[in-house]
T-cell receptor, first 113, second 114 residues
Framework: DQQVKQNSPSLSVQEGRISILNCDYT??????FLWYKKYPAEGPTFLIS?????DKNEDGRFTVFLNKSAKHLSLHIVPSQPGDSAVYFC????????????FGTGTRLTIIP | NAGVTQTPKFRVLKTGQSMTLLCAQD?????MYWYRQDPGMGLRLIHY???????AKGEVPDGYNVSRLKKQNFLLGLESAAPSQTSVYFC?????????????FGAGSRLTVL
């Protein structure tokens, strides 16, 4: 049972436009949500997170939105740059047992110059 | 500051062989993890440790064993490798703290079982 779902395996966006990556979850006990970025032949690196008590968190070009009632979060990247081309993983952890982070299947973002 | 280091980076095994993947972190993190990444499956937790001398099962523990004899090291063992264990393995570590619990990952170890 996939508790964290990323239904779009891939996404292509023109450079300078907005990239929107989506993530859905099923476990209402998830307390924190994170986005990781992964380049080929490297490990994932942390990008941005959001607590369940918030509905938005912004860090430079990256903004994460959380809709708890819909169990949905999204990552907005604006403006998109060629260096943003990577695989993006959504992850979530419960409010107890914070050592367990559950990842989605990932979305491959390609920025077209 | 190396962060999280995994060895080896690549390995090819025959079915039934055994091997150990080594993970070392120099950030004094309490928690350490082993994940595997497969196409279309994302990152799945194999085993994890919340401190020296402790280990626990994750989502897909079968066929693997782990040990955390020293705080900085977390070993992943395959006693009898199977083709289904062909994957990219990632080690990660984090502080034992509340909040987002941000994991720092190693570069990965690509294992092929023939």
């Amino acid at each position: 049972d996939q508790q964290v779902k990323q239904n779009s395996p891939s996404l292509s966006v023109q450079e300078g436009r907005i990239s929107i990556l989506n993530c859905d979850y099923t476990n209402s006990m998830f307390d924190y949500f994170l986005w990781y970025k992964k380049y080929p032949a490297e490990g994932p690196t942390f990008l941005i997170s959001i607590s369940s008590i918030k509905d938005k968190n912004e860090d430079g070009r990256f903004t994460v939105f959380l809709n708890k009632s819909a169990k949905h979060l999204s990552l907005h990247i604006v403006p998109s740059q060629p260096g943003d081309s990577a695989v993006y993983f959504c992850a979530a952890r419960p409010n107890f047992g914070n050592e367990k982070l559950t990842f989605g299947t990932g979305t491959r973002l390609t920025i077209i110059p | 500051n190396a962060g999280v280091t995994q060895t080896p980076k690549f390995r090819v095994l025959k079915t039934g062989q055994s091997m150990t993947l080594l993970c070392a972190q120099d950030m004094n993190h309490e928690y350490m993890y082993w994940y595997r990444q497969d196409p279309g499956m994302g990152l799945r937790l194999i085993h994890y440790s919340v401190g020296e001398g402790t280990t626990a099962k994750g989502e897909v523990p079968d066929g693997y064993n782990v040990s955390r004899l020293k705080k900085q090291n977390f070993l992943l063992g395959l006693e009898s490798a199977a083709p289904s264990q062909t994957s990219v393995y990632f080690c990660a570590s984090s502080f034992a703290s509340s909040g987002a619990n941000v994991l720092t990952f190693g570069a990965g170890s690509r294992l092929t079982v023939l």
